[in-house]
């Protein structure tokens, strides 16, 4: 089973900062079959970005993805108020297809 | 639009049963996978499994076999998600989503889910 490790576990930004989390693989994730999904309280899940670095249909250029083997990130630019959430990053090359524990990205 | 519309929350007792249901439309049902997620509460999204809408083969995730069963009627393009002898630890929020092209074997990830449905095991 491929174990993703998000880090870090919440992340304190204000609106308009950027910022990055991080995916670590236990293994490669072969074809950069890694996606990333913001989930938020009664909703959901939203894919913002798979293939590791491509942008899902109607996501905002400020969500950014890149990577590839073991390591990958997710870059907000600028983040607006609807974009405090919890975020997963999600392998999809080998059963048991797997999350990683969430990155939460609060308002500070 | 792709949908997928999910039976409402259930509130059972231990020991009892539930069968929650995932209905598809605007696509054609039995071309794609379909997955289910568990999210319990303050926890992450856990991957249940998925059932081949063309052949109607369940696969289950390591933690999710023996009470779990996933079945489907293509004529109303559904999938089900049966949960038998019931927990408190089953306490969850289950949603469907959309796989690989069965096809192809091929996904851009899981765009479309369902609204996801509440089940509450208590006494």
């Known amino acids: 089973e491929i174990v993703l490790t998000q880090s870090p576990g919440t992340l304190s930004l204000s609106p308009g900062e950027g910022g990055t989390l991080s995916c670590r693989a236990s293994?490669?994730?072969?074809?950069?079959?890694l996606a990333w999904y913001q989930h938020k309280p009664g909703q959901a899940p939203r894919l913002l970005i798979y293939?590791?670095?491509s942008r899902a249909t109607g996501i905002p250029d400020s969500f950014s993805g890149s990577g590839s083997g073991t390591d990958f990130t997710l870059t907000i630019s600028r983040l607006e108020p609807e974009d405090f959430a919890v975020y997963y990053c999600?392998?999809?090359?080998?059963?048991?297809?797997?999350f990683g524990q969430g990155t939460k990205v609060e308002i500070k | 639009q792709v949908q997928l519309v999910q039976s409402g929350s259930e509130l059972k007792k231990p020991g009892a049963s539930v069968k929650i249901s995932c209905k598809a439309s605007?696509?054609?049902?039995?071309?794609?996978?379909m997955n289910w997620v568990r999210q319990a509460p303050g926890q992450g999204l856990e991957w249940m499994g998925w059932?081949?809408?063309?052949?109607?083969?369940?696969t289950y995730a390591q933690d999710f076999t023996g009470r779990f069963v996933f079945s489907l009627d293509t004529s109303v393009s559904t999938v089900y998600l049966q949960i038998s002898s019931l927990k408190a630890d089953d306490t969850a929020i289950y949603y469907c989503?959309?796989?690989?092209?069965?096809?192809?074997?091929?996904?851009?990830?899981?765009?479309?889910w369902g609204q996801g449905t509440l089940v509450t095991v208590s006494s």
């Open positions: 989503t959309r796989g690989a092209d069965l096809r192809s074997g091929y996904t851009s990830g899981w765009y479309y």
């Open positions: 605007k696509y054609t049902f039995t071309r794609y996978a």
């Open positions: 059932i081949n809408t063309n052949t109607g083969n369940p």
């Open positions: 293994q490669s994730v072969s074809n950069n079959f």
């Open positions: 293939g590791a670095s």
């Open positions: 999600h392998q999809y090359v080998t059963s048991p297809w797997t």
